[in-house]
Every structure is written in structure tokens, then in C-alpha cells.
């Protein structure tokens, strides 16, 4: 059983930055996939980011490809999401996850999910 904590989530204004982090604890947090979802109100959950179990790969989707950058330290069993050139609409709560394939791919069933970190960008 892995449980994930985010933490890093806040109030920041246009063309700011942020960073978010995920900290794991329980089962071997560098054999899983991780990735960062989010959630705006109204709005279904979308993927964001993906890494692999190594992190010599990485998935975004394509409207934070260039702004966001996803990455993780096994040593820490903790995953990150830089947050650049932010916008009102990246507005929503953000979770990680993590996945048993290890490939961080929006695709992968992820079963273990955080309780999430609200950001809020402010035009």
C-alpha cells in the first residue's frame, strides 16, 4: 500500500511558478510509475504528467508541454511538477498518483492517488 501526500499548491499570479511535490511512503515507491492529475471545477480529471519508474522517461499533455516539467529523487521517494508560465487556467486541484507498469503513461491504471493540492492562478 503506498499512501501519497502533495504539498506545494497555493496562490500565485499569472506567469508565475510553483512547485509541487509528492512524498510516498509504504511499498518501494521506485519500481511505480508516478504521475500528476488535476482537476478543475466542473471539469473531469486530466492528466498532466507522467514519469517512469527510473525517470528516464516522461509524458505531458500537450497544454502544459514547454511549461511544466515533471521529475522525481527514488532516494527521497518523492516526485515533483515544476510549474512555469502559469495560467488562470491551470487553475485546479492537482493529485499524484502512482502506477505498477512503471512507465508514467496518461494510459497506465494508476491505483494509489494523494489527496491533492489546490493552485490557484489569479489573472
Known amino acids: 500500500q503506498v499512501q501519497l501526500v502533495e504539498s506545494g499548491g497555493g496562490l500565485v499570479q499569472a506567469g508565475g511558478s510553483l512547485r509541487l511535490s509528492c512524498a510516498a511512503s509504504?511499498?518501494?515507491?521506485?519500481?511505480?510509475?508516478m504521475g500528476w492529475f488535476r482537476q478543475a471545477p466542473r471539469k473531469e480529471r486530466e492528466f498532466v504528467a507522467g514519469?517512469?519508474?527510473?525517470?528516464?522517461?516522461?509524458n505531458y499533455a500537450d497544454s502544459v508541454k514547454g511549461r511544466f516539467t515533471i521529475s522525481r529523487d527514488n532516494a527521497k521517494n518523492t516526485v515533483y511538477l515544476q510549474m512555469r508560465s502559469l495560467k488562470p487556467e491551470d487553475t485546479a486541484v492537482y493529485y499524484c498518483?502512482?502506477?505498477?507498469?512503471?512507465?508514467?503513461?496518461?494510459?497506465?491504471?494508476?491505483?494509489?492517488w494523494g489527496q491533492g493540492t489546490q493552485v490557484t492562478v489569479s489573472s
Open positions: 498518483a502512482a502506477e505498477f507498469v512503471g512507465s508514467g503513461s496518461p494510459w497506465s491504471r494508476y491505483n494509489y
Open positions: 509504504g511499498g518501494t515507491f521506485s519500481s511505480h510509475g
Open positions: 514519469i517512469s519508474w527510473s525517470g528516464d522517461r516522461t
